[in-house]
């Protein structure tokens, strides 16, 4: 997990943002890595699902709330799913 850690912030990041009725905030520094949990998805398959909590979605008011998110990541660069939904970790 931590040897893809850095090409799933690169590639997860605009599928997260995508996710967003509005508009979408991140929250992290520019150095911050976008997540800061994974966890296997499929072991046998070499596929993970990487956690954070550094986006912030605007919401019909125009406030902005924070959002936890996944991101099923295969290395090699490909994005299987993202998933998103209020709260912080």
Do not use: M
């Not at 997860?12 to 996710?19: N, Q, R, S, V, Y």
């Not at 072991?43 to 956690?51: A, P």
């Not at 125009?62 to 799913?81: I, K, M, N, S």
């Amino acid at each position: 997990g931590d040897k893809h850690l850095a090409a799933a912030g690169i590639y997860c990041k605009d599928h997260i943002a995508g996710l967003a009725k509005f508009s979408a905030k991140w929250t992290d520094g520019t150095f911050e890595p976008k997540f800061s949990r994974f966890r296997w998805l499929d072991q046998g398959q070499g596929t993970l699902t990487y956690i954070g909590d550094r986006i912030e979605f605007q919401n019909g008011f125009g406030a902005f709330q924070p959002h936890v998110y996944e991101c099923d990541f295969r290395p090699g660069q490909t994005v299987l799913e993202v998933r998103a939904q209020p709260g912080r970790l």
